[in-house]
């Protein structure tokens, strides 16, 4: 059986990065698959936020979930502070992941920069905690963009450590699941940056939340290049602000980057813009409206993410017992 298990850290918008690298497919797979998606909110206090802030992230960002096609009647929505067996599971993982594995972890290094010694404890340990997410329910796959990639290889070497040191076949070992387009959607104002809800610059990303025309603003604004477009995508190798442009569209079409291309073929960025922008705000302005519906209930919301949680608690029990158990603490 295929069991899909995700998460998204609350932390301020989701963008357009978040909605074609993972979002998009979480909302696909729910047909396919048995499906788990949770907020990582345990994961955001890993660096300070605002906690009134963090509070009204939550709700929002499970609303912007279900705006995008998330359907709690089929898949299970919830935030992880509501199911304490992922600290708990994280916290006896600690004994199995090595200091060497996570000192590999680029995200952490790109995060404390220059300055480790003051970086949290937390910080450093996040993968182990994201292994415990995925390792507690049996994923098998995991949709995510790109830059989750080597967390996911390190939960992978947890399970495995794990079942060969304790002799037991506890974890199932989880594939990363990353979409062929689409994983890693770049900066509006830099093809060499990720496109990040941590980036200073407003215009650097378009938010589920913008309206049409600051959509059309930064699209217009967007950087490209003064060359015509080619007819296939082989052609487009080092025009990086080019590629991302053309790679948003054909994911949010749905299309191939090629068959975009073929329509576009020897037209500049000038007639490419304002179609790429339409076609943002024809994708996006369904989920703005039903994402602001939402959030004039949020007593609904927060029933949905209790209801969730009863539901994510059922399931891991058995696997945290498991793990206990092994551990030879069976008496907990
Ligand atoms: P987060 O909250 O940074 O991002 C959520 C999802 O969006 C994807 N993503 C992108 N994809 C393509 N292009 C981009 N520019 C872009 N930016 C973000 C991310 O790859 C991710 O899939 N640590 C995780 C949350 C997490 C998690 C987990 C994920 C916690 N536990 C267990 C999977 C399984 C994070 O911070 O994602």
């Avoid at 080619?230 to 590629?243: D, F, I, Q, S």
């Avoid at 749905?254 to 073929?262: N, Q, T």
């Avoid at 969730?308 to 029990?317: D, F, M, R, T, W």
Wanted: aromatic residues 6%; hydrophobic residues 45%.
């Amino acid at each position: 059986m295929m069991r899909v298990v995700s998460g998204i850290q609350p932390t301020g918008n989701l963008h357009l990065g978040n909605y074609l690298g993972a979002i998009q497919r979480w909302v696909k797979m729910q047909d396919e698959a048995e499906c788990i998606f949770f907020l990582a909110d345990l994961h955001a206090i890993t660096a300070y936020n605002d906690p009134a802030e963090l509070t009204a992230n939550i709700r929002a960002m499970a609303a912007a979930l279900i705006a995008c096609g998330v359907d709690a009647e089929r898949s299970i929505l919830f935030n992880q502070a509501r199911v304490p067996a992922h600290p708990e599971m994280a916290w006896l993982l600690n004994g199995t992941a090595r200091i060497g594995w996570l000192n590999r972890m680029t995200q952490f290094k790109e995060k404390s920069g220059k300055n480790r010694e003051g970086a949290s404890v937390g910080l450093f340990a996040y993968p182990v905690l994201q292994a415990a997410d995925v390792l507690l329910y049996q994923a098998t796959h995991v949709p995510v963009g790109e830059d989750q990639k080597q967390h996911l290889e390190l939960a992978r070497d947890v399970a495995i450590k794990f079942n060969t040191d304790y002799g037991v076949e506890l974890f199932t070992v989880p594939e990363p699941h990353i979409g062929a387009a689409g994983a890693r959607i770049m900066s509006l104002r830099d093809g060499g940056a990720k496109m990040s809800k941590s980036d200073p610059s407003d215009m650097s990303r378009i938010n589920l939340t913008d309206d049409s025309d600051t959509i059309a603003q930064k699209v217009k604004k967007a950087k490209s290049d003064a060359e015509l477009l080619p007819a296939t995508w082989a052609e487009l190798e080092g025009r990086a602000e080019a590629r991302n442009l053309v790679q948003i569209y054909a994911v949010l079409a749905e299309r191939s980057a090629d068959d975009v291309l073929a329509e576009f073929a020897g037209h500049g960025f000038g007639r490419f813009k304002p179609v790429l922008a339409d076609l943002m705000v024809a994708v996006i302005s369904p989920i703005t409206a039903r994402f602001r519906d939402l959030l004039a209930h949020p007593e609904a919301i927060d029933a949905i993410l209790a209801d969730g949680a009863a539901k994510a608690a059922e399931l891991a029990a058995p696997t945290l017992d498991g793990a206990y158990r092994a551990l030879g603490l069976p008496n907990r």
